[in-house]
């Protein structure tokens, strides 16, 4: 694997770390310091790093064979993930199979795959990737979220605490997820892009620097709640986490690839490297809010980081095969 990603790499481990020690030193005072990082980024910086993406995309140079190839078994996988862990951990929450799907798919397209795809895929294969990450978020919080407040207000109905109505279910699902903190400026991101007004310049600078905030804050919040729940191996569940992310996926989207749309040569390799990058920090914020699973999820990304480290040059071994042959 490319240098520059193996340095990628360790300065994440290095801000984790840095994360770690400040929260065990309490540098970063008393209390619930994780959930106070995590509603920073879910209120603060998520939300303006979304707005600015969403606002700026351009639909008419996206390729969208390679985003179906991408997106397609993703969602399906997600999905897929939300019916499997139904009777494992939905005692826990209603939302618990959602933070499980999101931390099995929702990959770290940014802080790894970004400088992955540029050194060694080169420019054209960094053009795919980004526009990967363009609807990365967009897509896969979205439909999480959905998936998440339908399954908590099923849960209200049946305690009585709300209309059982499937009418009134499915109205009380799509107001509390579009008035989300990532869905909604999603949304307002993409009503600007349509208007064609644009963004006037002092406002895409206020985004510009509080998007600049989510990687680094994201590694710390990763430091500071391994050192607040602690480093939980939970057998096979999170064990099954890491497999579903860093070999089942990007199989999936291999086979999808290769064998169904017939995608080829540079494209293929993008898409299947996207999907082969380990659990972004998205799904620890997405724990985070529905306030489930969060040491499990923590874990899982902190191990599948370092995994990663042995199954990226594995996968580019296996696309240069099936481009090779």
Not at 37 to 52: C, G
Not at 86 to 103: I, N, W
Not at 115 to 144: Q, R
Not at 202 to 221: F, K, N, R, S, T
Request: glycine share 8%.
């Amino acid at each position: 694997m490319a240098t520059s990603v193996l340095l990628k790499l360790l300065a994440m481990g290095l801000i984790v770390a840095l994360g770690w020690g400040a929260a065990r030193l309490r540098w970063l005072g008393p209390g619930d310091v994780a959930r106070t990082l995590s509603n920073a980024a879910f209120y603060l910086f998520v939300p303006a790093l979304l707005f600015r993406t969403s606002s700026r995309m351009d639909f008419s140079a996206m390729p969208w064979s390679a985003l179906a190839v991408f997106f397609l078994p993703a969602w399906a996988l997600m999905l897929a993930v939300v019916v499997w862990n139904q009777r494992r951990v939905a005692h826990a929450s209603p939302a618990a199979p959602g933070v499980r799907a999101m931390t099995a798919c929702f990959g770290n397209s940014v802080q790894l795959g970004i400088p992955l795809a540029a050194s060694v895929l080169g420019e054209a294969g960094l053009a795919i990737h980004l526009t990967i990450v363009s609807l990365h978020a967009l897509t896969l919080l979205t439909l999480m979220t959905a998936q998440v407040e339908l399954a908590l207000a099923r849960d209200r109905a049946r305690q009585g605490l709300a209309d059982g109505h499937l009418g009134r279910l499915l109205r009380d699902t799509a107001r509390a997820t579009v008035i989300h903190p990532v869905v909604l400026p999603i949304i307002m991101g993409l009503l600007v892009n349509a208007s064609g007004i644009g963004v006037p310049s002092l406002i895409d600078e206020l985004l510009i620097q509080l998007g600049q905030a989510v990687v680094p804050l994201c590694l710390v919040l990763i430091g500071v709640s391994l050192n607040q729940y602690g480093f939980v191996f939970t057998g096979r569940g999170m064990a099954a986490l890491v497999v579903v992310k860093l070999l089942v996926m990007p199989a999936v989207v291999l086979v999808v690839g290769h064998w169904v749309f017939g995608l080829e040569a540079l494209p293929l390799t993008v898409v299947v490297m996207a999907a082969a990058l380990p659990s972004g920090s998205n799904p620890l914020l997405f724990a985070q809010r529905y306030k489930v699973l969060e040491a499990e999820t923590t874990s899982a990304i902190t191990v599948s980081t370092l995994t990663f480290v042995l199954t990226a040059p594995l996968w580019l071994a296996v696309m240069a095969w099936v481009v090779g042959a």
